[in-house]
T-cell receptor
């Protein structure tokens, strides 16, 4: 079965800093990959997803992620973070009929 | 997402009590899921259902049961609650016709078992 690793558990940045959150999945083949965001006190919302085609995926709020098949990775990036990006970020991979989630990365952005 | 609702939003109960968490959706999706979220552990799948007659165990189904009363309703029960079931519980839905299986989440139920 698939598994997902998020190596950064807690990231602290200042506004305008660049962000990259790591995500690795366990094995190859055709994969569907997702990044979800959970703002404080809210439910999970889809940021972006990859299922085929261009490996660079653009999402909402200026986020993007790059699928690198050779590295089994799907890292999330944003060139300049804002205080409102403070949230928990979850990477997920589709495994047959289910989603497997990583343990999440908590991002704190300070003004 | 207002299309997926969960009741109650918060619940405090005592060890040994039976409790039911309810999920309703107006998205018309056929697939529904129950997850629990614990700090540092992410989301773990408890049960999922692909239609009214289909129920499947997830990663951590022990101590839980579910009922799919209709396409739009999926309930999670804790038969005899214990303190380590204190967690945030999320319901989610997805559409079989959408090949990527994007899931849409409800607002969550915060459950505390004393």
């Amino acid at each position: 079965a698939q598994s997902v690793s998020q190596h950064n558990h807690h990231v602290i940045l200042s506004e305008a800093a660049s962000l990259e959150l790591g995500c690795n999945y366990s094995y190859g083949g055709t994969v569907n990959l997702f990044w979800y965001v959970q703002y404080p006190g809210q439910h999970l919302q889809l940021l972006l997803k990859y299922f085929s085609g261009d490996p660079l995926v653009k999402g909402i709020k200026g986020f993007e992620a790059e699928f690198i098949k050779s590295k089994f990775s799907f890292n999330l990036r944003k060139p300049s973070v804002q205080w409102s990006d403070t949230a928990e970020y979850f990477c997920a991979v589709k495994d047959t009929d289910k989603l497997i989630f990583g343990t999440g990365t908590r991002l704190q952005v300070f003004p | 997402d207002a299309d997926v609702t969960q009741t109650p939003r918060n619940r405090i109960t005592k060890t040994g009590k039976r409790i039911m968490l309810e999920c309703s959706q107006t998205k018309g999706h056929d697939r529904m899921y129950w997850y629990r979220q614990d700090p540092g552990l992410g989301l773990r799948l408890i049960y999922y259902s692909f239609d009214v007659k289909d129920i499947n165990k997830g990663e951590i189904s022990d101590g839980y049961s579910v009922s799919r009363q209709a396409q739009a309703k999926f309930s999670l029960s804790l038969e005899s609650a214990i303190p380590n079931q204190t967690a945030l519980y999320f319901c989610a839905t997805s559409d079989f016709l959408e090949s990527t299986d994007t899931q849409y989440f409800g607002p969550g139920t915060r459950l505390t078992v004393l």
